[in-house]
């Protein structure tokens, strides 16, 4: 569940990078940890803007967590 999510204004020089980690794992709860950072076109100055964690859990027609097959 998503308790607040704050947005910020920007300048037409700053452009924003999305890096998304995952740990290698081999069954359910699937993670993903996700970072944005901004960068200035002019100055190259890099800051962390907002950093995130996200738990996806499998569920199978009845609703409980399932392990998904690998690809």
Do not use: K, N, Y
């Not at 890099?46 to 399932?66: K, N, S, W, Y």
């Amino acid at each position: 569940m998503i308790e607040a999510v704050d947005i910020a204004p920007s300048t037409e020089t700053r452009m924003f990078v999305m890096r998304l980690s995952r740990p290698p794992t081999t069954s359910a709860p699937c993670s993903a940890a996700p970072r944005w950072r901004g960068w200035d076109l002019l100055s190259g100055e890099r800051e962390l803007c907002t950093r995130g964690h996200f738990v996806m859990i499998a569920l199978d027609a009845d609703g409980q967590p399932t392990a998904v097959p690998p690809l």
